[in-house]
């Protein structure tokens, strides 16, 4: 055995291992974060779909990944890093959205082959109501409480049909009054002019093809009007959550609203893209809680198809 070999090499690894626990040094190829990444579902979905519209896919390196959930919708934002154009590296950020496995990179199209308008990452639902917390006085937020023990918790509805569904209440106990209670869906019908979603329930109100140019956002029938065989909205569609069909449809609308403003066509969603938008909103419950939304959002993706076709 060569004892003097043994002893340098021996002092050689040591020197190493002390560089490294003093300056907690790792070479890039071993970076820890950057392989537990790699083996979350949702990362490497985002992984694929930004090396999709990369110009140098191989050369690219993920930073930063994380997952967020805000508006009801899950997203994975990071940092890309590839080559460009003149084999020059650029990072730069990107988000992700799981729903509609779609990626949108912030690089002005430096290193992607295709451009598409940045968002930047969506502010989780916990950090928004931290915010709010901070910025809304201790006053308001007894009041807040106040009026959300009044108001019955199934009602469901948005803020205005909630506020009009207490302002039935407060006239229908008021001392003095010698008129009869009147309920909330009448007050609010004859004073803001909408009606609650769930008025619409009881009456049993469907909604008919034909009558599609008096639809409103803000009255949704008892149940999804019905397409005839052959219709492109009666095909079958991929199974989706309530808050992926509603993130696909904001993200049609997003799009079509984008190339509306910059006046450039080519940005605009395709045919099938808002039909498939519609499709997915279609397969909501009529009783799930979130339908007052989706048929708001359907009746919006239908105008945005009627002004596409002409």
Not at 26 to 31: W, Y
Not at 88 to 96: D, G, H, L, N, W
Not at 132 to 148: C, D, F, N, R
Not at 213 to 233: E, I, K, M, N, S
């Amino acid at each position: 055995m060569n004892v003097r070999a043994f002893v340098i090499a021996t002092c050689v690894g040591a020197a190493f291992f002390a560089a490294g626990y003093a300056w907690n040094f790792q070479p890039d190829a071993i970076n820890a974060n950057e392989i537990w990444s790699m083996l979350e579902s949702e990362h490497g979905k985002a992984r694929a779909a930004v090396s999709r519209v990369l110009i140098a896919p191989n050369s690219a390196h993920f930073n930063g990944l994380r997952t967020v959930e805000a508006d009801q919708a899950r997203y994975v934002c990071g940092s890309v890093k590839a080559m460009d154009k003149e084999r020059q590296y650029v990072e730069t950020a990107f988000v992700y959205t799981v729903a509609i496995d779609f990626a949108r990179i912030d690089d002005d199209g430096r290193i992607t082959s295709q451009r598409s308008a940045y968002r930047p990452c969506p502010t989780a639902a916990d950090d928004k109501i931290a915010d709010q917390k901070t910025l809304i006085s201790p006053g308001a937020l007894l009041m807040i409480k106040t009026v959300e023990k009044i108001i019955p918790k199934s009602g469901g509805g948005t803020m205005e049909q909630q506020l009009g569904q207490l302002a039935g209440q407060t006239a229908a106990v008021a001392p003095g009054s010698a008129a009869a209670p009147r309920s909330a869906g009448s007050l609010a019908s004859a004073g803001a002019g909408w009606t609650p979603a769930a008025q619409h329930s009881r009456s049993g109100a469907e909604a008919s093809q034909g009558d599609e140019l008096t639809w409103r956002v803000d009255q949704p029938p008892a149940t999804w009007p019905t397409f005839p065989p052959g219709h492109a909205l009666a095909k079958s569609t991929q199974m989706r959550t309530s808050a992926e069909a509603l993130a696909f449809a904001r993200d049609i609308e997003a799009r079509w609203e984008e190339a509306k403003s910059s006046g450039v066509p080519t940005k605009r969603p395709s045919p099938e893209e808002i039909k498939e938008a519609c499709r997915a909103l279609l397969a909501i419950d009529p009783t799930d809680k979130e339908y007052p939304r989706a048929w708001a959002a359907f009746v919006r993706l239908r105008k945005i198809d009627r002004d596409a076709a002409a």
